[in-house]
């Protein structure tokens, strides 16, 4: 298999099953925010190296964003057998996330105010992928308000979000870092 097609030269590109629309799409824009989170989500786990609690459910929630991802880069109009190809949604993977946020926050002391982003080096990455999970959710809701879009994706891309900002916090406070309080300027 060839890594290039030559068949998207002309600002093209096929969506999976079936159908072309234009690069900048509005299911383009949105599964192609999700490719750019999940890269991230490599860029973090790559720091984190042996023996880091949060390696495994990075890798983990990358798994989900390709799951994501197959299933926005398919329309609603895609024939049923290329439907029956898409994996199966985790419909329970928000409540996985919100739980793994209330065991981690049990560590942490409680906000009080907004934080800087920043910290550690996987403190930095993961604000980082935070912020490209929301333009991620930014994308897709603008997606939702054209065409059909699962809204259990929407709530995970939320919750992801939340997840990421906790998993910094958590990563800050396995490196001894503590988080910065922002204080406006007067």
């Known amino acids: 298999m060839k890594i ?31 490719d ?23 890798t983990r929630e990358s ?3 390709f799951t994501l991802g197959s299933h926005l880069s398919t329309p609603p109009e895609a024939n049923e057998g290329a439907r029956s190809h898409l994996p199966e949604w985790d419909e329970g993977a928000p409540g996985i996330l919100e739980e793994e946020i209330d065991v981690w926050e049990e560590d942490l002391k409680p906000l009080e105010t907004f934080i800087l982003p920043g910290g550690c080096e996987l403190a930095a990455r993961l604000h980082v992928a935070r912020t490209a999970c929301r333009r991620a959710e930014r994308e897709a809701t603008a997606l939702a308000e054209a065409e059909e ?4 994706f929407l709530v995970y891309l939320n919750r992801l ?22 204080t406006p300027a007067t």
Not at 36 to 42: R, V
Not at 162 to 171: E, K, P, Q
């Open 149 to 152: 879009v699962a809204a259990p």
């Open 4 to 34: 290039y097609t030559r068949a998207g030269d002309g600002g093209e590109t096929a969506l999976f099953g079936g159908g072309k629309v234009q690069k900048h799409h509005p299911r383009v824009a949105a599964y192609g925010a999700v």
């Open 63 to 65: 798994a989900r964003l």
């Open 36 to 58: 750019e989170l999940n890269a991230l989500l490599g860029w973090c786990g790559a720091e984190c190296g042996d023996g880091n609690a949060l390696a495994g459910p990075l």
């Open 161 to 182: 979000s939340d997840w990421l900002f906790t998993a910094a916090r958590r990563a800050n406070r396995e490196a001894g870092i503590e988080d910065v309080p922002w």
